[in-house]
């Protein structure tokens, strides 16, 4: 009887034990693949930082300035500019964003003024900025960052 005693609690002990073993083993699993996902994740949301920083950056110029006759997309040296105009007390300016040699600039002047491209202040490093005046009340903005690029269609409220 004492040994049956004794196996029965040597079997008992063998099954905790086997148990305890397959849930360790299997959460060392399961956090293992969950840091593999997470690494992931960081990697991509910072590869697409700059594209979506980009359109978000010009998605809020825009609508700050959304009003009537008060943004147009011009071309200047095979570049698109978008031109955001501004009435104040002192004349009418103009807020001009555009993508040169490798960066995102922008360039706030009296609409008189004259410019060049290299003037405007360097806001983020881009290798393309697309801009697209789609239709009188709709905008299209595409970000390009070596091999990847996202784009942004936006309505103006103001047409």
Not at 10 to 37: D, Q
Not at 58 to 63: P, Q
Not at 106 to 111: D, I, N, P, S, V
């Amino acid at each position: 009887m004492k040994k049956r005693e004794k196996s029965s609690w040597v079997i008992s002990y063998a099954c905790v034990l086997a148990i305890l073993c397959t849930f360790v083993i299997g959460s060392l699993v399961l956090i293992n693949i969950g840091v593999h996902v997470y690494k992931n994740i960081v990697e991509n949301n910072g590869e697409n930082f700059h594209l979506r920083a980009s359109l978000s950056y010009v998605a809020t110029k825009v609508r700050q300035c959304d009003q009537k006759d008060c943004i147009s997309v011009i071309e200047q040296e095979g570049i698109p500019i978008l031109v955001l105009k501004e009435n104040l007390k002192s004349g009418t300016y103009r807020t001009m964003i555009y993508c040169y040699e490798g960066k995102l600039r922008e360039l706030f002047q009296e609409e008189s003024m004259e410019y060049k491209l290299a003037d405007g202040l360097e806001v983020m490093e881009l290798n393309a900025f697309g801009i697209e005046q789609v239709s009188d009340d709709k905008l299209k903005f595409t970000s390009f960052d070596g091999e990847e690029s996202q784009s942004l269609t936006m309505f103006l409220r103001s047409m």
